[in-house]
């Protein structure tokens, strides 16, 4: 019995495709196995830049995993399961300079990740740098230069509760010029979308992190 010519080459069409997409799919596979190691050593070159940038008297930066138990070294893996990771900076003595760690939430475009430094002799956080974002040129945006906005980072206060256990009072972005409190984040006035990002991103991250870091400041006062 003789093969129907238009069945016979739907079908050879359709091996083509599946072997076409298999190779695609090898192909992305690869080139992102092959780049994974370049991305991740090039997002951590950001990152630590961020810390100096926030603390520019630091001369190193070590990476550390704050798990409920205690805190460990970071090494070159990611952050653990259940693990929050933070950033420890020296000064060129060797003596703590204060700690970094990201606060990450959702903006206007997309999620806006900043990194945030935090004196823990002040329980103050006293600086903050952006990591990325794509927010709305021109709006969103002026997070990055708008000198009252990052005025809020000078010295908002995070300091714990008397248990230890959470912070005293939630970090919260209000409406421009409102602001009553040092734990109080003045928007921007028309970006208060990216401006209310930047406030979830740190409370949600000094909530996680900072109970589990305070008893255990010792451990990172000097350079090992």
Not at 120 to 127: R, S, T
Not at 146 to 153: G, V
């Amino acid at each position: 019995m003789s093969r129907d010519p238009e069945i016979t080459s739907s079908t050879d069409m359709i091996r083509a495709l599946g072997l076409i997409a298999a190779i695609c799919g090898i192909i992305i596979v690869g080139v992102y196995e092959f780049t994974l190691d370049a991305v991740n050593a090039n997002k951590k070159i950001a990152l630590e830049r961020q810390v100096f940038k926030v603390f520019p008297h630091a001369k190193t930066v070590d990476a550390f995993d704050a798990l409920p138990g205690g805190i460990s070294p970071a090494g070159d893996h990611d952050a653990l399961a259940g693990a929050v990771r933070f950033y420890a900076a020296y000064d060129a003595t060797g003596k703590l300079a204060g700690i970094a760690a990201e606060g990450s939430s959702a903006g206007y475009a997309d999620q806006v990740r900043v990194l945030y430094a935090w004196d823990p002799e002040k329980q103050l956080i006293i600086g903050l740098g952006v990591i990325s974002m794509r927010e709305t040129p021109g709006i969103g945006d002026k997070i990055l230069v708008d000198r009252d906005f990052l005025h809020n980072f000078v010295a908002l206060d995070v300091s714990l509760a008397a248990d230890l256990n959470s912070l005293a009072h939630m970090v919260k972005t209000v409406k421009h010029g409102t602001k009553s409190h040092d734990w109080e984040i003045d928007a921007i006035s028309g970006a208060t979308v990216t401006s209310k990002a930047v406030g979830r991103g740190i409370n949600q991250s000094a909530q996680a992190l900072l109970p589990r870091l305070m008893p255990h400041l010792a451990q990172l006062r000097n350079k090992s």
